[in-house]
T-cell receptor, first 113, second 114 residues
Framework: GESVGLHLPTLSVQEGDNSIINCAYS??????FIWYKQESGKGPQFIID?????DKRQGQRVTVLLNKTVKHLSLQIAATQPGDSAVYFC????????????FGKGTKLSVKP | EAQVTQNPRYLITVTGKKLTVTCSQN?????MSWYRQDPGLGLRQIYY???????DKGDVPEGYKVSRKEKRNFPLILESPSPNQTSLYFC?????????????FGPGTRLTVL
């Protein structure tokens, strides 16, 4: 079946540096992608989303890039802060089954002070 | 306060003993969903509901049942739990399916099946 995966299971960055978290997806029919942040002991929290008709979307300190050619998604966090330490998940869905959300396995981001 | 609540938060049970994990939201959301989270596997969708009396299987529905008799509640039922259902379970809701930018997650239920 379709799967959403991640290139790196862990990422360690220095406070103030930029972070890039990557995600590969396999379902070419997927047309909507979401990034979630999960802090220890909590449920996932929405960060940013992007639809397949876009290549880039920016939020506050975060940018999501979508490359449909290679089915790759990335989350960039500018000026990473200790509060950004968490596990980050990408997720995908597609118009034909919007209720079915498929998550990737997650990347743990650790920010060193 | 807008929230998704789950009960119980922690449960240890034995194989074969039927259990129900409740999920309730107070936001009049149409869409609700159950996920399980296991180390190295991320979150996997068990069942979801687009509205009252409308439920669909997610990616890992085997061994689970759900019901959506009223809008606010979406209980997850394990008729005969087995050790491989030991996991962390999350319920989530949003106004509609696809409104994931405003999807609320519950605090999680940690289930251990002995």
């Amino acid at each position: 079946g379709e799967s959403v995966g991640l290139h790196l299971p862990t990422l360690s960055v220095q406070e103030g540096d930029n972070s890039i978290i990557n995600c590969a997806y396999s379902n070419s029919a997927s047309d909507y992608f979401i990034w979630y942040k999960q802090e220890s002991g909590k449920g996932p929290q929405f960060i940013i989303d992007i639809r397949s008709n876009m290549d880039k979307r920016q939020g506050q300190r975060v940018t999501v890039l979508l490359n449909k050619t290679v089915k790759h998604l990335s989350l960039q966090i500018a000026a990473t802060q200790p509060g950004d330490s968490a596990v980050y998940f990408c997720a995908e869905t597609y118009g034909g089954s919007q209720g079915n959300l498929i998550f990737g396995k997650g990347t743990k981001l650790s920010v060193k002070p | 306060e807008a929230q998704v609540t789950q009960n119980p938060r922690y449960l240890i049970t034995v194989t074969g003993k039927k259990l129900t994990v409740t999920c309730s939201q107070n936001m009049n959301h149409e869409y609700m969903s159950w996920y399980r989270q296991d180390p190295g596997l991320g979150l996997r969708q068990i069942y979801y509901s687009m509205n009252v009396e409308v439920t669909d299987k997610g990616d890992v529905p085997e061994g689970y049942k759900v019901s959506r008799k009223e809008k606010r509640n979406f209980p997850l039922i394990l008729e005969s739990p087995s050790p491989n259902q030991t996991s962390l379970y999350f319920c989530a809701s949003s106004f509609r399916a696809g409104n994931y930018n405003e999807q609320f997650f519950g605090p999680g239920t940690r289930l251990t099946v002995l």
